[in-house]
């Protein structure tokens, strides 16, 4: 079982940055592939990003492409979501997730997902 705990949201202005960070303890971190989904009020929880064990492919939904990068530190137990560029449409929680199976296939799927932080809030100012 993994612990995931995120961190990093906040109030941004629209075309400024954040870095979220995601936490993870329990068991080997790098067994998981890892993404990012978020949840604006009212609407489902969508993909945002996800990143396969090694750190080697990455995958985003295209809303966030060019503007959002994922990258993991598996010595550091730890995965980041670089959010550039930030629109007023970004504003959402933003979930942590961890799963077993590493290949890309399926990766946007939220019921393949094992494990779930309890979510950063992010919004975004116009």
């Known amino acids: 079982q993994v612990q995931l705990v995120e961190s990093g949201g906040g109030l941004a202005q629209a075309g400024g940055s954040l870095r979220l960070s995601c936490a993870a303890s329990?068991?080997?971190?790098?067994?998981?592939?890892m993404a990012w989904f978020r949840q604006a009020p009212g609407k489902e929880r969508e993909f945002v990003a996800g990143?396969?064990?090694?750190?080697?492919?990455?995958y985003y939904a295209d809303s966030v492409k060019g503007r959002f990068t994922i990258s993991r530190d598996n010595a550091g137990n730890a995965v980041y979501l670089q959010m550039n560029s930030l629109k007023p449409e970004d504003t959402a929680v933003y979930y942590c997730?961890?799963?077993?199976?590493?290949?890309?296939?399926?990766?946007?799927?939220?019921?393949?997902?094992?494990?779930w932080g309890q979510g950063t809030q992010v919004t975004v100012s116009s």
């Open positions: 990143i396969r064990r090694s750190g080697g492919s990455t």
């Open positions: 329990g068991r080997t971190f790098s067994s998981y592939a």
């Open positions: 997730a961890a799963r077993t199976i590493d290949a890309l296939a399926l990766m946007a799927f939220l019921g393949s997902y094992n494990y």
